[in-house]
């Protein structure tokens, strides 16, 4: 028997948002105990800007702004249902979007927060960073950023691995949702020192021995990997490639027609306990798939 599952799918109104919308109401419609909450977050700056602008006429205002934002919430409801029959909540809420967002997925239990990974504000979100980024910050639940119409079911997952815990927490919680899809782990592997033992004039024969003892060690990793992982062996593959992780994963991204990359919120990094991860990000930024981000759980 499945549990029920609540899926928060958050909506400035824009194109990207409604690929967002049309992707969450997919995975709610094949997984049937799912809730799908479409949110809508009303700036409390712009009114509190516009009160300042407009003085005593704002209120009138406002209350027209705030009516317009919930009818077109509903309206999208409405549509969302009618392709896609399952249970659908529409919320509308007011403060900042990173902040709202991350409350409710909180008060609400969701298990997956679906976001586009760009909103109406396109240059103002390169210059300052986008929401779905911010929220990634501090969210502790799972996030699907949508880059993609939706057209299918994802079948084919690229999973850039470094055999960290997060690594396999992100891969653990997408193949919940995903049951069906296949995943291929992807390990990049360089040689520690390898910039330095070139400048030394270390001969290229050595270097690559070195090389095949890393990829050697990274097999032996791998095999200890997959062992935290619950997807079944048949649906799992395995690459090695040379080279740093944030130019191999966009590379393989497109060798392999991946739909989806699944990434850990973290790596091993200390440092990057504190962040979002620098490779997470820059996938997040360049990637043409959807990504699929999750850390490890509190």
């Known amino acids: 028997m499945t549990s029920s599952r609540t899926l928060l799918a ?5 194109a990207p948002a409604r690929h967002a919308m049309e992707r969450a109401a997919l995975l709610a419609k094949a997984h049937p105990d ?10 409390s700056s712009a009114l509190d800007s516009l009160r300042r602008l ?9 209350a027209r702004l705030l009516e317009h934002a919930e009818r077109t919430l509903n309206e999208q409801a409405e549509h969302l249902a009618a392709g896609h029959p399952c249970a659908i909540d529409a919320v509308l809420t007011q403060g ?12 609400r239990h969701a298990d997956l927060l679906v976001m586009g990974a760009r909103g109406m504000h396109f240059v103002r979100e390169r210059l300052l960073g986008s929401t ?8 502790r639940r799972p996030l699907l950023a949508v880059k993609q119409r939706p057209h299918s079911p994802y079948r084919r997952i690229l999973a850039p691995v470094d055999f960290s815990d997060h690594a396999a927490v992100a891969i ?14 992807l390990h990049a592997f360089e040689v520690e020192m390898e910039s330095t033992f070139r400048l030394a004039g270390m001969d290229d024969s050595q270097i690559h021995q070195y090389r095949i003892q890393a990829r050697s060690a990274a097999q032996a990793e791998m095999e200890a990997f997959i062992g935290k992982l619950r997807v ?15 130019l191999r994963i966009l590379e393989q991204e497109q060798t392999t027609d991946a739909d989806l990359i699944v990434m850990g919120k ?17 996938v997040l930024a360049h990637s043409s798939s959807d990504v699929f981000i999750a850390g490890q759980p509190a």
């Open 34 to 43: 799912t809730l799908l909450i479409l949110a809508h977050v009303v700036s």
């Open 54 to 62: 407009i003085g005593q006429g704002a209120t009138a205002l406002e």
């Open 266 to 282: 973290h790596g091993r990094s200390v440092m990057e306990e504190l962040l979002l991860g620098s490779v997470t990000k820059h």
């Open 232 to 246: 079944p062996a048949s649906q799992l593959s395995r690459q090695f490639v040379h080279g740093a992780a944030t």
């Open 10 to 14: 958050a909506t400035d109104f824009s």
């Open 96 to 107: 900042s979007a990173q902040t709202a967002l991350v409350r409710l997925a909180e008060e």
């Open 172 to 185: 653990n919680a997408a193949h919940a949702w995903l049951p069906d899809a296949d995943f291929v782990l």
């Open 132 to 139: 779905t980024e911010r929220a990634l910050r501090t969210s």
